[in-house]
């Protein structure tokens, strides 16, 4: 038995959304109560306690769209690299890295990943991985270190045409070896999905071969519209919209994600709608690369599940919850836009994906939910109380300010020390190992 204590309990639970001075009594992987610090000492007064010295005590976040391989590029110069668009920037930076990426690599930018999400507590993650150098094992590398660090997450290969139809099938084959073995998992840890890049990378003939191999009972995690490239390919090859080539291949539906959906029209929505199909908005991506902003809340009013992401710009949820509170105002130009759909995104619908993925419920501190568990170090300078906790989170908090960070029960961060792993020996490792590739790759 473990109990949180002694802070401000933010549940996302309805029927008591805020606890002044509050606990959570953690048991094995689920949480078997949540009360006042009084009460729920007094129920367990033998068991294990972290002290949470008046901070905020929260469920863990949820990224529903990451991206792994993309670790090694904080800093990274590519030569001759100068993109005058989102197609430049794809090629000239994230495909390049790709194609030089190692199994250990892979390895490694998971195990950089992992550590960092534990570090902004976050504690489930969607991944959408390509690593066109080495592709088949690459989602069982990425698995390795989510079981080392103890983060839960939903994996998927990038299929893409870019490199051939040889590397094609090989990304369609590693999703299906990996779906296959992750619908075998007890744990509730591991999730696959059959992943795909964007319809301007993949043909009719890629795009049969992955429905023919995929498993039943999981969707697609797929890139969707993210640059205005991506629909002009698909109206001028195939003579329709990005949904409506997607809607025919059978790619719709509620277990399939689409990541970015900025350029899609209001047809598309109410396809999205129909099929009840997730949608990931990934602002601070889109911002940076120059795509666009997305009609976001309007997919949100819609009724359409629409999650928060990075897209593996950074690992913290706030950050990307500041982002989108700020980006959809400015481009609407509505001070009053955002301020519950992007709430609403990250703290409910994000858990709501999650929960297509993953059996036991997450996002939530309430008897029987998931024991993924934050403490966030804010004393807040003003009043704090249940109408106002996005607010504080928006304006005090960022991913930094965790402190302690639970996932499954299992305590992986206390006292902003990682308590699983040897942090310090993997980030030796993965400097070296991102060392050598920014070598390989401005050596060609």
């Known amino acids: 038995m473990l109990i949180l204590g002694n802070g401000r309990v933010i549940t996302r639970d309805k029927s008591s959304p805020f606890i002044e001075n509050g606990a959570v009594a953690l048991e094995g992987n689920s949480i078997q109560k949540?009360?006042?610090l009084e009460e729920i000492k007094g129920m367990y007064p033998d068991a294990e306690f972290i002290d949470a010295k008046g901070g905020l005590i929260m469920p863990a976040f949820i990224n529903a769209h990451e991206h792994?391989?993309?670790?090694?590029?904080?800093g990274l110069a590519i030569n001759g690299y100068d993109p005058k668009g989102f197609l430049d920037i794809l090629d000239g930076m994230w495909w390049?890295?790709?194609?030089?990426?190692?199994?250990q690599d892979t390895y490694l930018s998971a195990m950089a990943t992992y550590i960092e999400c534990i570090k902004n507590g976050v504690t489930t993650i969607f991944d959408?991985?390509?690593?066109?150098?080495?592709?088949?094992?690459?989602l069982f590398e990425i698995e390795r270190a989510a079981k080392e660090t103890g983060v839960r997450s939903c994996l998927c290969y990038e299929i893409s045409d870019r490199d051939g139809k040889d590397k094609a099938k090989e990304g369609v084959l590693e999703n299906?070896?990996?779906?296959r073995h992750a619908l075998q998992d007890d744990t509730g840890m591991i999730a696959g999905m059959m992943g795909m890049h964007a319809q301007f990378t993949i043909s009719d003939e890629t795009?049969?071969?992955?429905?023919?191999?995929?498993?039943d009972g999981v969707g697609y995690h797929i890139h969707v519209a993210e640059g205005i490239e991506d629909l002009h390919h698909c109206l001028k090859t195939y003579g329709k919209r990005i949904v409506d080539r997607l809607m025919d291949h059978g790619i719709l539906g509620e277990k399939t994600l689409l990541g970015h959906c900025i350029y899609i029209n209001p047809h598309e929505m109410e396809?999205?709608?129909?099929?009840?199909?997730?949608?990931?908005?990934?602002?601070?991506?889109?911002?940076?690369?120059?795509?666009?902003?997305?009609?976001?809340?309007?997919?949100?009013?819609?009724?359409?599940?629409?999650g928060l992401g990075t897209d593996g710009y950074t690992h913290d949820m706030m950050?990307?919850?500041?982002?989108?509170?700020?980006?959809?105002?400015?481009?609407?130009?509505?001070?009053?836009?955002?301020?519950?759909e992007v709430p609403q995104m990250l703290f409910e619908n994000n858990a709501k994906i999650a929960g297509r993925y993953f059996k036991q419920e997450l996002g939530v501190l309430k008897e029987g939910a998931a024991a993924d568990v934050i403490i966030v170090n804010y004393d807040p300078l003003t009043p704090m109380h249940a109408g106002n906790v996005n607010g504080h989170l928006v304006f005090g908090v960022t991913g930094h300010d965790v402190v302690t960070t639970v996932a499954n029960g299992k305590v992986l961060m206390k006292d902003r020390r990682l308590t699983e792993i040897d942090e310090a020996k993997v980030m030796a490792d993965c400097r070296q190992a991102a060392a050598k590739l920014a070598s390989r790759i401005n050596s060609k």
């Open 68 to 74: 792994i391989y993309s670790s090694f590029a904080r």
């Open 207 to 215: 795009m049969a071969l992955a429905a023919e191999h995929k498993p």
């Open 319 to 340: 950050e990307s919850f500041k982002v989108a509170n700020v980006l959809h105002k400015h481009h609407l130009c509505d001070p009053n836009t955002a301020w519950a």
């Open 96 to 103: 390049t890295i790709d194609r030089n990426l190692t199994l």
């Open 34 to 36: 949540v009360g006042s």
């Open 176 to 179: 299906a070896e990996f779906i």
């Open 271 to 306: 396809l999205i709608k129909e099929t009840d199909t997730m949608v990931v908005h990934n602002p601070e991506s889109n911002m940076g690369n120059a795509c666009g902003c997305p009609p976001t809340m309007e997919l949100v009013h819609r009724g359409i599940l629409t």
């Open 128 to 138: 959408h991985h390509a690593s066109f150098g080495s592709i088949r094992g690459s």
